[in-house]
T-cell receptor, first 116, second 112 residues
Framework: DAGVIQSPRHEVTEMGQEVTLRCKPI?????LFWYRQTMMRGLELLIY????????DSGMPEDRFSAKMPNASFSTLKIQPSEPRDSAVYFC??????????????FGPGTRLTVL | QKEVEQNSGPLSVPEGAIASLNCTYS??????FFWYRQYSGKSPELIMS????GDKEDGRFTAQLNKASQYVSLLIRDSQPSDSATYLC????????????FGGGTRLMVKP
């Protein structure tokens, strides 16, 4: 399997622009997670989907952030408008576990976002 | 109090020594714990999971869990320079289920 695929790997944009990050989970996995990692705040869970349905988005920092999962093989995280404080590495992860269980999460390579 | 506490390090050990990484958590109902390793510039990868009190061994790695003390540790025997990385402790968010909350990580440096 190719693992979790994320694109782009690097994104540099200017403040106020819209940014869309993409993720393809491992085939057959039913859980998908978006994380953000910074030196100051560490690795934070932004949103969790199970069977394409958003289960918990309490980690989404504000209304500028939105995430969708239109099908089992694709998810997007959108930031509109972007701000310099959004600069971070954004990881997508997927797992095979259901709502009640905890299982290995497989992380994608991440998207390094820089907002100027 | 943070949900998951780890010493940020760096923890420096000589090659061949035992590295001991510690983690305390605040949620008493946590039932499973995961240790992830993250090399610089890379994504986290799972190295150990533990679900019950006591020790679990996997090669050079041993995870130890003490639910009463809300403490979990990771021992790395015969440390190698290739073990130099940040180790993240991850109990489930709010005690159960599929969502994890990650500690800030402990940076380990193994010196040849």
């Amino acid at each position: 399997d190719a693992g979790v695929i994320q694109s782009p790997r690097h994104e540099v944009t200017e403040m106020g622009q819209e940014v869309t990050l993409r993720c393809k989970p491992i085939s057959g996995h039913n859980s998908l997670f978006w994380y953000r990692q910074t030196m100051m705040r560490g690795l934070e869970l932004l949103i969790y989907f199970n069977n394409n349905v958003p289960i918990d988005d309490s980690g989404m920092p504000e209304d500028r952030f939105s995430a969708k999962m239109p099908n089992a093989s694709f998810s997007t995280l959108k930031i509109q408008p972007s701000e310099p404080r959004d600069s971070a590495v954004y990881f997508c992860a997927s797992s095979l576990a259901g709502l009640a269980g905890a299982d290995t999460q497989y992380f994608g390579p991440g998207t390094r976002l820089t907002v100027l | 109090q943070k949900e998951v506490e780890q010493n940020s390090g760096p923890l420096s050990v000589p090659e061949g020594a035992i590295a001991s990484l510690n983690c305390t958590y605040s949620d008493r109902v946590s039932q499973s714990f995961f240790w992830y390793r993250q090399y610089s510039g890379k994504s986290p990868e799972l190295i150990m999971s533990i679900y019950s009190n006591g020790d679990k061994e996997d090669g050079r790695f041993t995870a130890q869990l003490n639910k009463a003390s809300q403490y979990v540790s990771l021992l790395i025997r015969d440390s190698q320079p290739s073990d130099s990385a940040t180790y993240l402790c991850a109990p489930p968010l709010r005690g159960a289920g599929n969502m994890l909350t990650f500690g800030g990580g402990t940076r380990l440096m193994v010196k040849p």
